[in-house]
């Protein structure tokens, strides 16, 4: 119960973070953490907190960093960490046995081909860091607090095992 | 790369294209799409790609499958297949390499991997590409050569077969058979093809072939099956066949049918194998010589003797020459050295043989080894000489004579002998060759030792083994072995035992020759070593019997006791030797044929009668006392020796005679000094004695006649008083002189003496004598003025005269008679016996005083020295007289001997070593009364009574004395006052410190300080030992107070 309403929260929040959040700035709006994101798995919440961390200390970092190569290692350590979390996540559907799996499978590795062709852009200097970042925020608020918080309520509906 | 771009087909499943795009054609590829949608094989059929990458957006699962579509699908299933996705997990990868993809790229990728994994593919389908092209040229290739070999396989002449390998080599299925194969074994190929090779031939595996088969095919090394006998029961013939390997791993054999050679052929070789048989079996070599020289034949003897056995050839040119040319048959016997540098001998024979027409085409030579023949033979010979040799050489010679014909004999360059001691387990002495004395010589030093050592190791070993050791080998040699000859560290020893009574009594060895020791050469060897011991050993008794001969007979003739050989029974002298000449006078010549009871030899019948009792007796007569009689009637004493014994069968006497008169007078002798020596023992234990009691009584005296002089001083004016004194001081004198005569006959009493003509003395005694003797004495004197002087104190002497004289008066007191004396000097050389025996040789002057009197009676000869012993009435003597005499005369070094016999009278001789000091007159000793002085002296003296008594005198005399009763109290004294003394009178014996500790303690403060030492009887200073200590003064108790008196006046005055 708790969860369907921050989910709901959760989808109030998005119109007005995008709204706030300009394309042409360079500096964009840092996601703020907050309980409302959380899906109601401790494990799960715990990698999305840091994987925001990691997106904000992006922003920081892909805008003040004269290093180029330092800034390709970023986002590699960023694909590294989805890696790792998809893979996570993925074994606690197998775990208790989540309906949505192929499908959710299926848009992990969507998701790491489209940051592949992020990366590479970025690297063949075709694409901006803004993109990047973008994508990257695209990717938390659409597919975490939308497509996540599905296994959550899976899970906290009781749909396989307790927790 | 290539030339040509290379088409990429990507196939995207889900997802845009563009990255890859971007990507690949930059790097030139050319670039199609499809969809999965699409009909992908038909449109890849169309374009054939070089490759496809297939490119997943999503999971890998949708690519997977097309890959595993495409590699089923015609004409495509070549071209390789990369695939791209992200996160696969590793199920993915593996269904992938499965469907067969190529290449899996993850996501993310770096766009260099792409193009390098992308390439990489490609070459591996371009290098397929290649390959199938180099392939399809091979195989066209290799048909062309199967048909140029399939027409070769058809057409050849020979058999051949080919067969392949089943059952793992173990057995062989025939694959072909060519037209010449049916043929010979009359089967067609159709019958063959596909059977096993034992079922075709079942001959196959007795033949042989069939293991030459699984060789060839093992080891792929081609073989000729040698020509043999093929038999089954179909068909049969001799087959020559020739075994290998091709390289498809089949196995070719290719063969004739020799079956018609072969039969000739043993025809032929039958009867020559017959032939050869025989001439083999021949021992002796045989060869024909052609006319040009060459061997037509030669059997295997021959080949032994010639081919490898002569280390030069025979030169047999001359008499092949001669052969040819006279055509008459010729023998000869040649030694010659073999291969192995051992003599051999062979006895050869040429004999001609003409052809029809006579002329002599070939030689016929036979040659006979009689090496072993001949070497007996010889050996015979060497016998004979060593025989010959043993006559000719001493032993010592002889062995080393035979171990050089030894060394011949064994054609080695050394022999040597060694000796084993009897009962010593050990090698003796050694001797060499010649040979080998050269070979030591030469290699000199150590290595001669080693040498030397080296051979006697090897005895050694023989003599433990009782064996005989033979070494053929190469061995490490002692350094500097190797420059003997033939020096290649070659060597060879060969060593046998003589052994007799089952020890080894030698050992002979040979060794270094140039070819090995046979069992011959140890049979020859041990006959040798038997020889040479036995005439060694032979010859050594012989000499040894000769020598001992010579020995016994020189002993006999250098013994110094008389031997004499007689007849038994007649007493026929045989012989005698020198000493017996000697001994009794009687020359051999004189001696020889007589008997010997006409000689006279025995004082005693009972001799000749104890002689001639012997042989009935048996047992040998040993050191019998008798007396023997010389040539010249002189009696002397013998010991003889007698035994009987056989010579030449006649019994007959040895007697061995000992001249043992000296040995008898030196026993007498002998007994004659042990009664002295016992003598002069006992007068010293009784000297000692009375010297103590002696001491002792002086200092009482001393005592009683200085108070008495004392007193005397005290009294001049009573005259009665003087008179009593007088007599004490008499009494005293008499005393002291009593008291000294004992020290005399202790010889305690130290004199000085002075050089002294003793005739003087003499003759002032018989002054004396004439004077006081009683008429009925007549006195005569032999003085001899020729003589030299004696050490000896003048009053001593006197004493000794008169003392002698007394007792002569005493002796001849009741009946008169003749007192004589003289006087004479006599040498005394070493040796003489006839003279007193405790004396030294030397120069002596000997004074005799004889009486005519009664004599000494036996009993008492022997006592007469000792003191208080006396004959006389008390009252008559002191029974001091002889005592004194015998302690004056030894003390000076002389004797004193008695001759007494009883009614006629006694002898005394007395001997006086001379000295050869200067003759200088006795020192005048005498002086008015002594001065007296003022001086300050010290007297010290632990005897109150005495110190008080000098105190006095000296006072009196006007001196100041300051007296002390101990060393200490008086060193302090002169301490406290050091200058304030003049002189110190010193007592020698003291508790606490001695006279002389306390003469240095005061030199030591004052050196310049006259100090005079007073001694009693001691022996613990002598005058030189007090003067060395610095002693100026030194009286011995008792003295006269005057004697001191003017001492001291001599000192003080030379002091001033």
């Known amino acids: 119960m708790l969860h369907s309403l921050f989910y709901r929260i959760s989808g109030l929040l998005v119109p007005e973070r995008s709204g706030g959040d300009s394309r042409e700035t360079d500096m964009h709006q840092k996601i703020n953490w907050t309980d409302s994101y959380k899906i109601g798995i401790d494990e799960i919440d715990l990698q999305h907190e840091y994987f925001v961390l990691m997106i904000n200390r992006l922003m920081d970092e892909l805008h003040d960093s004269g290093n180029r190569a330092y800034r390709q290692r970023l986002l590699e350590e960023l694909s590294l960490y989805a890696a790792f979390h998809f893979t996570s996540e993925e074994n606690l559907m197998i775990k208790f046995g989540f309906p949505g799996f192929d499908d959710h499978r299926d848009r992990h590795r969507r998701l790491l081909s489209r940051l592949n062709e992020r990366m590479n852009y970025y690297i063949l200097s075709r694409e901006t860091e803004g993109a990047v970042v973008d994508f990257l925020v695209e990717w938390f608020v659409k597919h975490t607090l939308d497509r996540d918080s599905l296994f959550g309520a899976f899970i906290n509906h009781g749909g396989g095992m307790k927790k | ?1056």
């Open chain 2, 1 to 1056: 790369m290539t030339g040509a771009a290379q088409s990429v087909f990507i196939i995207s499943v889900g997802g845009e294209t563009g990255l890859l795009t971007e990507i690949l054609s930059a790097e030139g590829f050319r670039l199609s799409y499809a969809d999965p949608g699409d009909d992908i094989e038909a449109l890849i059929q169309h374009s054939s790609p070089d490759l496809v990458l297939v490119d997943v957006e999503g999971s890998a699962g949708q690519g997977i499958d097309i890959c595993r579509s495409l590699k089923k699908a015609e004409g495509v299933g070549l071209i390789p297949v990369v695939l791209t996705a992200p996160l696969p997990d590793l199920q993915d990868k593996e269904d992938a390499f499965r469907a067969g993809c190529s290449d899996f790229i993850t996501k993310p990728f770096a766009p260099a991997e792409v193009i390098v994994r992308i390439r990489n593919g490609l070459m591996i389908r371009n290098n397929m590409k290649l390959l199938e092209e180099v392939l399809d040229a091979q195989t066209e290739q290799l048909k062309q050569s199967e048909t140029r070999f399939r027409d070769i396989f058809t057409r050849l002449s020979i058999g051949a077969v080919i067969f392949q390998a089943v059952e793992g080599g173990s057995d062989f299925m025939l694959v072909d058979f060519n037209p010449a194969a049916e043929q010979m074994e009359k089967i067609s190929k159709e019958e063959v093809i596909g059977r096993r090779v034992a079922e075709v031939f079942p001959g196959i595996a007795d033949f042989g072939l069939l293991s030459s088969l699984k060789r060839v095919w093992r080891t792929g090394i081609p073989e000729n099956h040698p020509t043999g006998f093929y038999r089954d029961e179909r068909i049969q013939g001799w087959r020559a066949n020739h075994v290998f390997k091709l390289f498809t791993g089949e196995v070719i054999t290719v063969y004739r049918d020799v079956t018609e050679e072969k039969v000739a052929e043993r025809e032929v070789a039958k009867s020559r194998d017959f032939l050869q048989g025989v001439i083999d079996g021949v021992r002796d070599g045989l060869r024909v010589i052609n006319s040009d020289g060459s061997v037509a034949y030669e059997n295997r003897a021959a080949l032994d003797a010639f081919s490898h056995a002569p280390a030069v050839p025979f030169d047999d040119s001359p008499m092949l020459e001669d052969v040819f040319n006279k055509g008459q048959a010729l023998i000869a016997e040649q030694a010659v050295r073999d291969a192995g540098g051992r003599k051999r001998i062979f006895e050869r024979s040429f004999s001609p043989v003409p052809d029809e027409s006579g002329t002599i085409v070939q030689v016929i030579e036979l040659s006979r080894d009689v090496t072993a023949r001949k070497q007996w033979q010889t050996l015979k010979e060497a016998q004979m000489r060593l025989t010959g040799l043993t006559l000719e050489y001493p032993s010592k010679q002889l062995l080393q004579v035979f171990l050089d014909e030894i060394e011949d004999q064994m054609d080695s360059p050394m022999a040597f002998f060694h000796f084993f001691r009897k009962g010593q387990p050990m090698v003796g002495h050694a001797v060499w060759s010649a040979g080998t004395v050269k070979h030591i010589r030469r290699i000199q030093g150590d290595a001669g030792n080693a040498f030397v050592e080296f051979a006697a190791g090897w005895a050694w070993e023989c003599a433990c083994q009782k064996q005989p050791v033979v070494y053929n080998g190469t061995g490490v040699l002692p350094e500097g072995m190797g420059s003997g000859e033939g020096a290649t560290g070659l060597i060879r020893l060969l060593v046998v035992p003589v052994v007799r009574n089952d020890r080894v009594e030698g050992t002979l060895g040979v060794g270094y020759r140039g070819h090995d020791y046979t069992e011959t050469d140890v049979k020859i060897m041990q006959a040798l070593g038997d020889m040479a011991w036995d005439s060694y050993s032979r010859k050594q008794a012989e000499e040894a019997r000769h020598s001992s001969e010579e020995r016994l007979s020189r002993m006999v003739l250098s013994s110094p006791d008389a031997i004499c050989l007689m007849g038994f029974p007649d007493g026929c002298i045989l012989d005698v030797n020198p000493s017996f000449e000697a001994m009794f006078g009687h020359t051999r010549g004189a001696a020889l044929g007589m008997d010997c009871r006409e000689l006279g030899l025995w004082e005693s019948t009972g001799m000749v009668q104890r002689l001639f009792e012997l042989p009935e007796k048996g047992r040998p007569v040993r050191d019998l006392e008798a007396n023997a009689r010389r040539a010249s009637g002189e009696v002397f004493e013998v010991s003889v020796s007698a035994d009987a014994m056989a010579l030449e069968e006649d019994l007959c006497l040895v007697v061995t005679i000992r001249d043992i008169s000296e040995r008898k007078s030196a026993e007498k002798e002998k007994k004659a000094l042990e009664a002295q020596l016992q003598q002069s023992r006992r007068l010293e234990a009784v000297g000692t004695m009375a010297g103590g009691i002696a001491h002792d009584f002086n200092n009482i005296l001393s005592a009683i006649v200085g108070y008495a002089q004392l007193a005397m001083t005290g009294v001049r004016g009573d005259r009665e008083t003087c008179d009593r004194l007088e007599q004490i001081l008499a009494a005293g004198d008499r005393a002291k002189d009593l008291v000294s005569q004992i020290l005399l006959f202790c010889r305690q009493e130290t004199r000085e003496l002075k050089p002294l003509r003793v005739q003087i003395i003499v003759k002032e005694a018989i002054k004396f004598l004439r004077s006081s003797l009683p008429s009925t004495i007549r006195i005569r004197q032999h003085i001899s003025e020729e003589t030299g002087m004696v050490m000896a104190d003048p009053t001593q002497v006197h004493q000794v005269v008169m003392n002698i004289c007394t007792n002569a008066y005493h002796a001849m007191k009741s009946g008169g008679g003749v007192l004589d004396l003289s006087l004479k000097q006599v040498e005394l050389p070493p040796g003489d016996v006839s003279k007193p025996v405790l004396l030294k040789p030397g120069t002596y002057l000997e004074l005799t005083i004889s009486d005519t009197g009664a004599g000494i009676p036996e009993r008492v000869r022997d006592r007469i020295f000792e003191p208080y012993y006396t004959t006389r009435e008390k009252g008559e003597g002191s029974g001091l007289g002889l005592a004194v005499v015998h302690g004056i005369v030894t003390g000076l070094g002389g004797e004193v001997v008695v001759e007494t016999e009883t009614g006629r009278g006694t002898c005394f001789r007395v001997y006086l070593p001379v000295t050869h000091g200067s003759d200088r007159s006795p020192a005048e000793r005498r002086g008015g009364e002594p001065a007296g002085g003022s001086e300050h002296l010290l007297f010290v003296d632990d005897e109150e009574t005495l110190t008080e008594m000098h105190r006095k005198l000296l006072s009196y005399a006007g001196y100041r004395v300051t007296a002390a009763t101990d060393g200490r109290e008086a060193l302090a004294l002169f301490k406290k006052r050091p200058e304030a003394f003049d002189l110190v009178i010193t007592d020698m014996t003291m508790p606490e410190m001695t006279g002389d500790v306390l003469a240095e303690r005061i030199r030591e403060i004052r050196p310049e300080i006259p100090i005079i030492l007073v001694t009693g009887y001691n022996e613990q200073i002598t005058p030189a030992q007090a003067e060395a200590k610095g002693i100026r003064g030194y009286f011995e108790k008792p003295f006269l107070q005057r004697e001191l008196a003017l001492k001291i006046r001599e000192l003080l005055d030379k002091e001033r």
